[in-house]
């Protein structure tokens, strides 16, 4: 059985251990296919008083794997913000700043650790198991497609292989492992573009806004409770919050266009480097890999837990 554990410290009260059960939910619907246990503990020291402590605790029995057979219409929710980009500019603000920590994982990668990853660029052809993902080991077309272009590419250079994978009616996802996981992740030009005009747009309101930069808070007084300065911290993320949706009426045609202008990039001029990251038409069969519409996921099949009876 799996254990999720939060502990909370300090001057700990009702609102501390409130959030910790908001942390400890977020992390038990991750692991809500597998029984796993939820335990928050808090303990509290204050001047002139004693240490208390306090432990919670859940079982989460876990759910019945969805069974093979499942069509993308059986699954398909109206949530799946991927499945509004086209058309719709809130869905595109709300998906890249979905993708933002992935983004930045990606952008800040060295050279050496990026690659692209080749995928079905005709998103309705995969077929879903759940939601919006796609495990690629059952995607036949894009293996197929995948072979075709390892055939084709055996006397080719890069530049003409990746010009040869988009007539044959595949997209380059790029991807990189990170750093001390197992974990490979990865997004599609488009998407990379309409994160990159995002953050360009998130780092403009926290320069124009005093005291949202971490460079530009002063001092935390050193007698303000634990409490008062998480309200502090709070009042801070609702000022960035409420000038993001200040911002959202012009920001939708700008994301727009660079989602636009990012599917027919190259890659080397998205992250603005001389060459292109490697194209892996080779694979790893170490991994399993899955896709959805915008996104790429890989994970060491030998790294995860048996799947339940």
């Known amino acids: 059985m799996y254990w999720l554990i939060e502990a909370k410290g300090g001057d700990v009260g009702l609102k501390k251990l409130r959030e910790g059960w908001e942390q400890l939910a977020a992390g038990s619907k991750i692991l809500s296919a597998y029984a796993h246990r939820t335990v928050l503990v808090g303990a509290s020291v204050r001047p002139d008083d004693d240490l208390f402590l306090t432990i919670d605790h859940a ?13 993308h219409d059986e699954t398909k929710g109206q949530d799946n913000l991927e499945d509004l ?40 052809s995969r077929r879903r198991r759940s ?94 409770s634990d409490e008062a300065q998480e309200e502090q911290r709070l009042a801070q993320r609702r000022i960035f919050r ?14 727009r266009d660079a989602y636009e202008r990012g599917a027919t990039s190259d890659w080397s001029d998205l992250l603005r480097r001389p060459q292109e990251p490697e194209l892996d038409l080779r694979g790893d069969e170490s991994l399993l890999e899955a896709a959805t519409p915008e996104t790429y996921v890989a994970v060491s099949r030998y790294g995860l837990p048996a799947a339940p009876a």
């Open 59 to 71: 079982l989460h029995p876990g759910q019945p794997p969805l069974a093979l057979g499942c069509s």
């Open 131 to 224: 939601g919006l993902t796609t495990p690629l080991e059952d995607d036949t077309l894009t293996l197929a497609m995948r072979a075709d272009a390892r055939a084709a590419a055996a006397d080719s250079d890069q530049h003409a292989i990746r010009a040869g994978i988009r007539t044959m009616g595949l997209d380059d996802f790029l991807s990189c492992r990170i750093p001390g996981t197992e974990v490979h992740l990865g997004m599609s030009r488009a998407l990379f573009a309409a994160c990159e005009r995002l953050h360009e747009e998130d780092l403009a309101i926290a320069r124009r806004t005093p005291g949202l930069r971490a460079e530009d808070q002063p001092p935390v007084a050193l007698d303000l």
């Open 242 to 255: 409420e000038q993001q949706e200040e911002a959202r009426p012009w920001l939708r045609p700008r994301l």
């Open 85 to 124: 980009l086209g058309d719709n500019e809130d869905a595109l603000i709300s998906a890249a700043r979905a993708q933002m920590l992935a983004y930045l994982a990606l952008r800040s990668a060295p050279a050496a650790q990026l690659r692209t990853v080749p995928v079905a660029a005709d998103r309705a």
